[in-house]
């Protein structure tokens, strides 16, 4: 049976922890904490090591200790403990952690499962001893927790991490670029980086910024990074704010979204920065402003994210002869990389075989109405659930308080995004329709996706097609002369939209030709 005991975070108390029956020579788990600031540990001596961190001036300023006990408890048990205190606490969000990110581990070991059930019931203890807020469904829906630097990191992403840092170490300046598909942990490995190298002594003074392209996504990450210790929500910029300082290393998320000079809603202030930089007007790029406000670069890429012609091109990176890294590990899905693959697949109409994932809900509806039924239903009862459609409706709501809806389809009528920014977290979000640009790089529990018009099936051919004149991205579609392009596009919109739900995809189409299509690879 487990206890948590507390112990007052003093020099003269330590003989108490000593004389604990679990304080000299037991594995356990421990907290310190002084209400703003908290370090969460392990050891086989927890007076040992009181006495070890109160020599270090940050915790011997921390007042309370709490040990986390159990007579099962073994040195696999506790790191497994300690490592789920550390991601939990990060993403609950009551303290500062002192924590650096580096050395978590998530290994197998004998009887972890029991382990795990016993970490749930020491988090409603410590709910009781208000040492964290939240009950831990609500932590695992936060944004703090799903972008929280403190993580298990696979084996492919800590190979990358490790490649990345030795590069940087012996100063190779060539820009890194890791690619993976949607859910193999790019952002994660992202602000993962970004802690790491502000907690290490040979990097922790370099001034290191995380440029994420998407307005929604960098006022998420701007918000995570006010909660964690050492980070600041400063360091979390726009493409067009890297030409303000001269940074030692720009870590890139979602560099797919990276703009060139083709279709943009405003070109004066990406004229004048090409200028300012001495750049060609018409092929300067954000990443040429990227490549000369920085000494180092890390660019996260996606090219089946890319879905606009302003998008930068793979190819662009080769100028500067990037250093290739790959992710693999499906990290979000729960249906792993074969679901992602199965999406690909289908709208590629690639010969695949009906597939059905028995970890991952993959659900085709007749009936919109049902469809939203079922999202609202979910987002009732496990949260995080939403409604998401290609752009194949104009947002007639922008602005406009004498209309209450964008979109309608057999009598149901809905609106779009009200906000751009952290929309997926908004109040009304569950009663609105997401679109691209404020779901990308997001996670969601189940997804609700709307496949519009602007896409077909020929029977004849037995090919997608797409009707232009129904794609209502203006910016997404201008100048575009070759149909396979802007085919591309618009798979890639809904490759992304398909892959944003972690546990389920729900999924209504508009067409009825692409309907019968892809009913066949649905096991309702």
Known sequence: MYEIKKFAYKKENFGKLKEYR????????????DGREAYIGESVSAYKRANQHFEKEERSKLNNMYVIADEEYNKSATLDIE???????????KYLLQNANFGIQESDYYDRERYRAKFETIWK????????????VQVENSDLFKYSPYKALSEDQLEVVKNILELIKNGIQRPNLVTGEPGTGKTIVATYLVKLLKSKNWSKDLKVGLVIPMTSLRSTLKRVFRSVK?????????PNDVVKDEYDILIVDEAHRLQRRINLPNYSEFDR???NLGLDRNKGTQLDWIMRSSKYQIFFYDQNQSIK????????????????????????VKGGDDYIKYIRDILNVTPTHPNKFYLYEFKLFDKVADLVSAIREKDQTIGLSRLLAGYAWKWETNGNNEIDYDIEIEGVKLRWNSVTKDWVNSPNAVNEVG?????????LNYAGVIIGPEISYDESTKSIVID????????GKRAISDPKELESYIKNIYKTLLTRGILGTYVYIVDEKLRNYMREFFYN
């Open 230 to 238: 050492g980070l600041s929500s400063n360091m979390v910029i726009g």
């Open 83 to 93: 490592a789920s205190l550390i991601k939990y606490m990060s993403g609950d969000g």
């Open 125 to 136: 203890e410590l709910q009781k001893l208000n040492i964290v807020e939240k009950d831990l």
């Open 309 to 332: 012609p302003a998008d930068i091109q793979h190819g662009e990176f080769d100028q500067y002869n990037a250093i290739p890294h790959t992710l693999t590990s499906q990290m979000r």
């Open 468 to 475: 232009k004149s129904k794609y209502l991205d203006f910016n």
């Open 273 to 275: 920065i090409n200028a």
């Open 22 to 33: 679990f304080g000299a020579n037991w594995p356990i788990v421990y907290i310190l904490e």
């Open 435 to 443: 679109c691209i640009h404020t779901i990308q790089g997001y996670d």
